[in-house]
């Protein structure tokens, strides 16, 4: 069902969410269309002017019971998010906790400074900065983890006295706005402030991404559709913001620890099947390590078990789709391979569970070089030289590398020089750090500040 205006509506075509792991039928979610669209965006717009007057301490106690809401549901919601998204246990308990701490750090940002003091232009003047919500906010979330990145858009644009009209992605209907409508039902939010429409990306997430009505249109996902958007958006000036993917690199240099490196790879390109933005999908090592980065990373790659995510023995569970294990198999792994890449491990598939792949000999011609792989391969390319590394590592899309190497001054002198968001020394991808860089003092490979989502100007207008 959709929810729009406070009310849940049915839709009269649905289409089945499946169990990742087994394929079984666990729910139907509404095709929403263009109609369906306007209907939410027209009742946001309604909703928007007396959701901001509000005073901060209301919007903060409806999103503190948006929170309570969902966590009295948590076991389910874990769940729940390992049968749609076909993560393990751990992965669903991250994206969970980490929706609800969106939640709950907004309530507490929604009752700080909503502006600042200048310095006047002119002695005998006073100059004030205020923050103002920018109003109706559509948001477009991924499948991979449709709780946290959901929440990521929703808590801020909330609490700064925004409405939203989310459309969650079709193969995670249920947890990215079904539930998330019902716990916002239950809170109490008052009509049209929170709005959820189902269905596909070509219909219902074309119709929002093209809306007139947004004051600002926020999706997570593929270049591809990014740019799209981003094209869309500048014939009329449409504001956007986007994070999209990149081939993220992860740096093994000569005097690296070995068997260090090789287990942050583990997490740093297999967590959730390597189905992140933020997952390496370029091993670049220095020739004198290269042998011994390849047999460590093939000898924990083999231990690992590929399996149903409820058993609590399985260390991957399967990919989200056959669209993207095709994706995976037949344009990454095989034409790489037939390019002269060499399988150390992996590259076989039963249904939707992929072993872990090692690829070795991998050039820049071949498409696990240059491409998001968006699954659990670990293409190993070797360079001569420090330089010639990062030489490899620039020049395409990327949000976050990782350098290793046991001179922690080397290290920081090379993360310096690659053109990621994010570089971590002698660490995998983490969830903590460099969170809240300030705009235009550092590179970064998505449109807007969207991994820093309690920052104030991101989600207002002054």
Known sequence: MHYIDGAFVPAVHTAPVREKATGAEIGRYALGTAADVDRAVEAARRAQPGWAALGAPERAAYLTAFADQLRSRYDELVELSMRETGGVRAKAVDEVSAGLKQLAISAVEACGTAGEVLQPYKAGKLSLSRAVPLGVLGIITPWNYPVNLAMRAVAPGLA??????????????????????????????????????????????????????????????????????????????????????????????????????????????????????????????????????VAALTRKVEALKVGDPFDPASD????????????????????????????????????????????TGVTPDMPAFAEEIFGPVLPVTVAATEEEAIELVNGYPMLMNSVFSRDLMRGLAVAERLNAGEVHVNDAHARHGAENQMPGFTRRQWIGVQRGPLDLPGWTRR
Not at 203 to 221: K, V
Request: contains cysteine; charged residues 20%; hydrophobic residues 45%.
């Open 160 to 293: 700064f006295g925004n409405t939203i009209v989310l459309k969650p992605a079709e193969l995670t209907p249920i947890i990215g706005g079904q539930v998330l409508a019902e716990a916002a039902h239950a809170a109490g939010l008052p009509p049209g402030v929170f709005n959820v429409v189902e269905g596909d990306g070509p219909e219902a997430g074309h119709a929002l991404a093209e809306h007139r009505g947004l004051d600002l249109l926020d999706f997570t996902g593929s270049r591809e559709v990014g740019t799209a958007i981003a094209l869309s958006a500048a014939r009329d000036l449409r504001p956007v913001r986007l994070e999209l993917g990149g081939s993220n690199a992860f740096v093994v240099l000569d005097d690296a620890d070995v068997e260090l490196a090789a287990s942050c790879a583990l997490i740093a390109s297999l967590e959730f099947q390597g189905q992140t933005c933020i997952s390496a999908s370029r091993h670049i090592v220095l020739e004198p390590v290269a042998d011994a980065y």
């Open 316 to 359: 991957l569970g399967p990919l989200i789709s056959e669209v993207q294990r095709d994706r995976v198999h037949e344009r990454i792994v095989l034409p790489s391979v037939a390019k002269g890449a060499v399988v150390a491990t992996g590259a076989t598939y039963d249904g939707l569970f992929y072993r872990p792949t090692v690829l």
